[in-house]
C-alpha cells in the first residue's frame, strides 16, 4: 500500500481552491454516486467509472450529467487530468485497483473526506448517526426543514420517489452518518470525515461485525466526533451504549438533550391507527400535542428526535407540529408493493433483530387483525453471522408465518461462524410459529404459495432482492 499521494482533511480544506477536475473511481456505490452530484452542485467538475450501471443508481447519475465510463477504460493517462481521485469503499486495499489509482500521482481521498472538506465545511450539518432509522429520519428532518421553508440540503442513502437524494441547499445540511467504514485507507466511520456541527444519535448496538469486533469499537467512533461537537446532540436514552458516551461527557450536557419513551421529553402517549399516529412530547414544561400520518413506535421516536432539534434550534412549536403531519418515506421502508394472492406486499430493509421485532410491530398496528407472513434474508455480514442467532428467532417468532432465505455467503464477520438458517427454522417451528429454510428463488415462491392466505400481509425483510425475488416476474404478478 503506497500511501504517499493520500491527501489528508486538512491539507484537502487548506488546498479547496486547487480541485476543480474531480474523479469518482466507482461512482455507482450508494454513497458515491449523491456525493458526486453534491461536489457537482458545488461547482466541480466531476467525471466517473464504475464496473456496472444498473437502476436506480444508473437513472439517478443519467439525471446528473456526470460523464460516466466503465472501468476497463480508465488507464492512468486518463487520470492524470484530475485534480483529485475519490475512491469508493469498494476497491479492496489489496486489489490491483488500488495500486494503479497509489501511482496516478493525482491526490487521492475517500467520498466523506472529499465532502466533508470540499462542501460541508462551511454547512450547519445535521448527522443522523445510529444503528438504526438513519435514513428515514435524514428523509423526515429534510422535509420538516422544508416545510419549514429552509431549503436544506442533504445526503440520503435510500432510494426517494421523484426526488435526488443528494442536494447541496442553503444554511441546513442533514446527513446519513453511517459508522461503516469510508475505504481501505480512511478506517474510520464515515460520520468521522463530514464536518458535523450536530448530531441526531437514534439508537447505538452491535451491529457491522465485519469490522467491529465490539460494540465498544463502535462506542470509539463516537467519542472521536462528540465531545468536538459545537452544536445539538439529541440521544436515545433507551440504548445503553447511548447512555455510557452521555455519562463519559457530562459536562456538555447544557447542548446535549435524551428522549425516549421513559425521558422528561418523551415521546409519551402514542396512539396509532391504519391512517397514523398521536403522540406527546414535553417542551418547556408543557405537552405539546403532534399528528402525523406515520405509525409505528420507531418512526415516533425518529419523528421526536427532528421535532426536538428543531425546538432546540428556536423554531416555533406550532410550525414544528404542523411539519410532521404529512411525512413521507423511503423507498423499501414498510413500502406497500401490491396484493398477492390476497395478501397485502410490504418491501422492507430491516435486518437487525431489534429492526425486525419495531418493523412488525408497526405492520400489526397498521394492518389489524392481519396475519403476518414474514420472508426474511439474512445477507449482511453480520446477519450472515451466528452474532444474532437467538435474536432472530425471538424476533422472527413474532410473525405467523415465517421463512427463511438464507444466503449461502460465508460471513466475514470477524471471529463469526454462519448463521445456522436451518436450526433457525426448526427453532421456530418448535415455537409452534410455521417456519420453513430456503436457498432457490422457485423453492421460495413455492413455499410462498404454500403459505399464502386471504387477509393477511407478506411482509418481505431484505437489503438486497431476496434470492433475486424483486427481480423475478414475482413484482409484476402483484395486484396494485
Not at 426517494?160 to 474510520?188: C, M, T, W
Not at 403531519?325 to 414498510?334: I, T, Y
Request: glycine residues 6%; hydrophobic residues 40%; contains cysteine.
Amino acid at each position: 500500500m503506497d500511501l504517499t499521494h493520500l491527501i489528508s482533511q486538512e491539507q484537502l480544506i487548506a488546498r479547496a481552491h486547487e480541485f476543480k477536475k474531480i474523479f469518482f473511481y466507482r461512482i455507482c456505490g450508494a454513497g458515491m454516486g449523491p456525493a458526486a452530484c453534491l461536489m457537482k452542485q458545488a461547482g466541480y467538475e466531476v467525471h466517473g467509472a464504475d464496473s456496472a450501471f444498473y437502476p436506480p443508481m444508473s437513472t439517478f447519475l443519467e439525471t446528473t450529467g456526470i460523464p460516466l465510463k466503465k472501468l476497463d477504460e480508465v488507464t492512468p493517462e486518463y487520470l492524470k487530468q484530475f485534480d483529485l481521485l475519490v475512491i469508493g469503499n469498494s476497491v479492496g486495499g489489496k486489489s490491483d485497483a488500488a495500486r494503479m489509482l497509489e501511482q496516478v500521482g493525482v491526490p487521492f481521498t475517500s467520498f466523506p473526506s472529499a465532502i466533508g472538506s470540499l462542501v460541508l465545511k462551511n454547512k450547519n450539518v445535521v448527522g443522523i448517526a445510529g444503528t438504526h432509522g438513519k435514513t428515514t429520519t435524514t428523509y423526515f428532518l429534510t422535509q420538516m426543514l422544508e416545510f419549514l421553508k429552509q431549503d436544506p440540503g442533504c445526503l440520503i442513502g435510500g432510494i426517494i420517489e421523484g426526488r435526488q437524494p443528494a442536494y447541496l441547499g442553503n444554511k441546513y445540511f442533514v446527513i446519513e452518518a453511517d459508522e461503516y467504514d469510508s475505504a481501505y485507507f480512511h478506517k474510520i466511520s464515515k460520520f468521522r470525515l463530514y464536518e458535523m456541527k450536530n448530531m441526531i444519535l437514534t439508537s447505538l448496538e452491535f451491529d457491522h461485525a465485519d469490522i467491529f469486533a465490539s460494540v465498544e469499537k463502535i462506542e470509539d467512533e463516537f467519542r472521536d466526533v462528540m465531545p468536538k461537537m459545537k452544536g445539538s446532540i439529541i440521544m436515545n436514552q433507551e440504548y445503553p451504549s447511548i447512555m455510557k458516551l452521555s455519562q463519559e461527557y457530562s459536562d456538555k450536557t447544557d447542548r446535549w438533550m435524551l428522549y425516549g419513551p421513559g425521558s422528561v421529553h418523551g415521546p409519551k402517549n402514542i396512539m396509532t391507527s391504519q391512517t397514523g399516529s398521536t403522540f406527546q412530547i414535553n417542551w418547556n414544561g408543557e405537552d405539546v400535542t403532534f399528528t402525523t400520518n406515520v405509525v409505528g413506535e420507531h418512526n415516533i421516536l425518529n419523528i421526536t428526535s427532528c421535532a426536538l432539534y428543531l425546538l432546540k434550534e428556536g423554531f416555533k412549536v406550532s410550525d414544528v407540529v404542523a411539519s410532521v403531519k404529512n411525512l413521507e418515506m423511503v423507498k423499501r421502508r414498510q413500502e406497500v408493493r401490491g396484493k398477492y394472492k390476497g395478501m397485502v406486499v410490504i418491501d422492507d430493509f430491516a435486518h437487525h433483530p431489534r429492526a425486525i421485532k419495531v418493523t412488525l410491530d408497526a405492520i400489526r398496528a397498521r394492518f389489524k387483525n392481519k396475519k403476518v407472513l414474514t420472508i426474511f434474508e439474512p445477507i449482511s455480514a453480520t446477519a450472515r453471522s451466528n452474532v444474532f442467532q437467538n435474536e432472530f428467532r425471538d424476533a422472527l417468532a413474532l410473525s405467523d408465518k415465517v421463512i427463511i432465505a438464507r444466503s449461502n455467503i460465508k460471513t466475514t464477520a470477524i471471529g463469526k461462524d454462519d448463521l445456522d438458517s436451518d436450526k433457525l427454522s426448526r427453532e421456530i417451528n418448535e415455537m409452534g410459529v410455521p417456519s420453513a429454510s430456503v436457498d432457490q428463488l422457485e423453492v421460495l415462491r413455492s413455499q410462498i404459495d404454500q403459505f399464502a392466505e386471504d387477509n393477511a400481509v407478506l411482509l418481505v425483510l431484505s437489503n438486497r432482492t431476496c434470492l433475486g425475488l424483486w427481480e423475478s416476474s414475482f413484482p409484476k404478478e402483484l395486484e396494485k
